[in-house]
């Protein structure tokens, strides 16, 4: 069926150093890779997304890669803040369809 | 309009009690999706509509479990004879079927005790 892994589970950085999170997805027409940040007891907020037909994307420190081939995407956070300390989910879905959400990656950054 | 949202934010129910949710979307998406999030784990899918019609349902939404929405604008999740296992976060979230970003409310908390 759909799933959907990510990797680590739990990340501890300095301020200042980069941070990646890895995800892999079992569903070949997926075709839609957003990324989420959670912060507690709040919903998830949409952070970056992005389309099978782009393999790499960036927003200021956040960049998103995806690699079709091998079924696999990854967000980096360059220069990180203790304000990006939150957890953050990865998803995949086909075309208009519903979102499968990873495992969730719980990142601290430390000052 | 300032987003999606949800009601009750939080919820205490006793086990067998009926419990409803209400999602308000944002006023021009006409596709409003459930989710369910336990305590570690990511958003699970549970139903999602498209206008006034259920498109799709997770094996995961038992016969307890019903959706509507009615006018293709709010959306209400009820559960019947609640149990302890349905503790979690309900997410309801929308978006344009134009455009595949969705925004997520901020999410109602159920507790069965």
């Known amino acids: 069926g759909e799933n959907v892994e990510q990797h680590p589970s739990t990340l501890s950085v300095q301020e200042g150093d980069s941070a990646v999170i890895k995800c892999t997805y079992s569903?070949?027409?997926?075709?839609?890779f957003p990324w989420y940040k959670q912060e507690l007891g709040k919903g998830p907020q949409l952070i970056i997304d992005?389309?099978?037909?782009?393999g790499e994307k960036k927003d200021q420190r956040i960049a998103v890669t995806l690699n079709k081939t091998a079924k696999h995407f990854s967000l980096h956070i360059t220069e990180t803040q203790p304000e990006d300390s939150a957890v953050y989910f990865c998803?995949?879905?086909?075309?208009?369809?519903?979102?499968?959400f990873g495992q969730g990656t719980e990142l601290s950054v430390k000052p | 309009d300032t987003g999606v949202s949800q009601n009750p934010r939080h919820k205490i129910t006793k086990r067998g009690q009926n419990v409803t949710f209400r999602c308000d979307p944002i006023s021009e998406h006409n596709r409003l999706y459930w989710y369910r999030q336990t305590l570690g784990q990511g958003p699970e899918f549970l139903t999602y509509?498209?206008?006034?019609?259920?498109?799709?349902k997770s094996r995961l939404l038992s016969d307890r479990f019903s959706a509507e929405r009615p006018k293709g604008s709010f959306s209400t999740l009820e559960i019947q004879r609640t149990e302890q296992g349905d503790s979690a976060m309900y997410l309801c979230?929308?978006?344009?079927?134009?455009?595949?970003?969705?925004?997520f409310g901020q999410g109602t908390r159920l507790t069965v005790v």
């Open positions: 979230a929308s978006r344009t079927s134009e455009n595949t970003e969705a925004f």
């Open positions: 569903d070949s027409a997926s075709n839609y």
């Open positions: 509509f498209q206008n006034e019609a259920q498109l799709e």
């Open positions: 992005i389309r099978s037909n782009v």
């Open positions: 998803a995949a879905s086909r075309e208009g369809g519903k979102l499968i």
